[in-house]
T-cell receptor, first 112, second 114 residues
C-alpha cells in the first residue's frame, strides 16, 4: 500500500544551503499533509503541515509546497543547519479518517 | 512544553506472552493513536481512539491487539499473545481534535519478541 512515497532514501546538503525533500502521493482524497522529523530512538516530531486548499505554508526556515495536480509535496529548509540532520517523513490524511499514512522517510545529512 | 510519554522505553518478551504498552497522552487531548515502525520500514497506523472507543483501526490491528483508557490519563496497547513479527517500535500519539491538526508522538517503546 504505497499511497505515500518518498523516493529519495537519503540526501546530503552543505550547511547554509537549501534542502529539498520530496514526497509523492497517489490518493486524490488526501486533504491534509504533514512533515515530521525523527531522530534515532525518538518519536516523530511535527514540523509543518498544509491543507489541500493551500499550495504553500511557511514557518521560519521550513516551507512546504503542495502541487495537487502532480500529487506532489516538498519541504524546503533554508538555510540548512547540522542540527537538521534526521529522517524526514511526509504523511497524509484523508478527510473523514483518523489515520495518517506515512512515507518511508528521507535521511537528511547536513554537512558542516 | 506538554508531551506524550511512553513506558517502558524497551520491553523484551517471550513469544506467546502478553505485553501492555503504556502511554500518557497530552492532558487536554481527546484523540489517541498507536502507530508502529518495524525496523527499516515506514511508520504504520494501528488504531485511533476517541470517546472511549475505537474510531478506526488498520488490518494489522487484529484480535490479538486491544486498547484501553483505564483512567483519565493513561492509554494502553495490549498484545495478547506476542509473535516474533510484533517486534517493532510502538509509538503513541495524541491530538486535540480531528480535522486539520497534527498528532504529537511519544518517544516510543521498543518491543523485542524473542
Amino acid at each position: 500500500d504505497q499511497q505515500v512515497k518518498q523516493n529519495s532514501p537519503s540526501l546530503s546538503v552543505q550547511e547554509g544551503r537549501i534542502s529539498i525533500l520530496n514526497c509523492d502521493y497517489t490518493n486524490s482524497m488526501f486533504d491534509y499533509f504533514l512533515w515530521y522529523k525523527k531522530y534515532p530512538a525518538e518519536g516523530p516530531t511535527f514540523l509543518i503541515s498544509i491543507s489541500s486548499i493551500k499550495d504553500k505554508n511557511e514557518d521560519g526556515r521550513f516551507t512546504v509546497f503542495l502541487n495537487k495536480s502532480a500529487k506532489h509535496l516538498s519541504l524546503h529548509i533554508v538555510p540548512s543547519q547540522p542540527g537538521d540532520s534526521a529522517v524526514y517523513f511526509c504523511a497524509a490524511r484523508r478527510s473523514g479518517t483518523y489515520k495518517y499514512i506515512f512515507g518511508t522517510g528521507t535521511r537528511l545529512k547536513v554537512l558542516a | 512544553e506538554p508531551e506524550v510519554t511512553q513506558t517502558p522505553s524497551h520491553q523484551v518478551t517471550q513469544m506467546g506472552q502478553e505485553v501492555i504498552l503504556r502511554c500518557v497522552p497530552i492532558s487536554n487531548h481527546l484523540y489517541f493513536y498507536w502507530y508502529r515502525q518495524i525496523l527499516g520500514q515506514k511508520v504504520e497506523f494501528l488504531v485511533s481512539f476517541y470517546n472511549n472507543e475505537i474510531s478506526e483501526k488498520s488490518e494489522i490491528f487484529d484480535d490479538q491487539f486491544s486498547v484501553e483508557r483505564p483512567d483519565g490519563s493513561n492509554f494502553t496497547l495490549k498484545i495478547r499473545s506476542t509473535k516474533l513479527e510484533d517486534s517493532a517500535m510502538y509509538f503513541c500519539a495524541s491530538s486535540s481534535r480531528t480535522g486539520n491538526t497534527e498528532a504529537f508522538f511519544g518517544q516510543g517503546t521498543r518491543l523485542t519478541v524473542v
